[in-house]
């Protein structure tokens, strides 16, 4: 089984069979009782509206095109739902009032932060993107990622260990200790 059909499976598992769904496109709500069903039909980007924070789709990270919507009282509430949870990978905050976004910036910790963006920034190869906590950890895209992955060394300077002991060598040895002579070598 391929990784993104394993995902896919993942993802509708954790999904309450009935669950009422709207498809991002044709706008029309259905509800989805076989896992045959909701393979065929989430294909298409799906929003999942009236969810409970306790509901299994929101106990797991979603990798499929499925946006679970969960309704808030007012925005200390929105800010403490979303520190009750890991720290997402990404966190978008779309309003009118700059402040309400600054404060959702303030007061959250995620990977990366959108205010009234959504993922211009994967356009930027001169912005890394990561996580924190248990959504990843380092840095990736562009030279981040290559920086991230490489792991420079000392083998140089390691090789001054081994023979044969030079002039050169010794000299540079007691240079480092700070002395005229090296009784070592």
């Known amino acids: 089984m391929d990784i993104w059909r394993k995902n ?5 598992e954790i999904q309450n069979t009935g669950t009422e ?13 076989t896992a045959e069903e909701r393979i065929s039909e989430l294909e298409a980007p799906t929003v999942l ?10 106990q797991e990270e979603i990798f499929g095109p499925i946006l679970p919507i ?8 929105a800010i403490d739902f ?8 990404a966190l ?31 356009t930027l190869t001169s912005l890394p993107l990561g996580g924190v906590g248990n959504s990843g950890m380092g840095r990736y895209h562009g030279k981040f990622s290559f920086d991230t992955f490489s ?22 040895v007691s240079w480092a200790l700070g002395s005229q002579s090296c009784t070592l070598l």
């Open 70 to 77: 969960v309704n808030v009282r007012s925005l200390d509430e």
């Open 92 to 122: 978008y905050a779309f309003s009118n009032n700059k402040q309400v976004v600054n404060q959702i910036l303030d007061r959250t910790s995620s990977g990366s932060f959108g205010g009234n963006e959504g993922f211009i920034y994967l």
């Open 8 to 12: 896919r499976n993942e993802t509708l």
């Open 151 to 172: 792991h420079p060394g000392l083998e140089k300077l390691n090789e001054i260990r081994y023979p044969p002991y030079t002039n050169s060598k010794e000299q540079l």
């Open 21 to 33: 769904t709207k498809d991002a496109f044709d706008g029309l709500t259905r509800s989805l009782d």
């Open 49 to 58: 509206v009236d969810v409970e924070e306790t509901e299994p789709v929101m």
């Open 82 to 89: 979303i520190n009750r949870r890991e720290k997402p990978l």
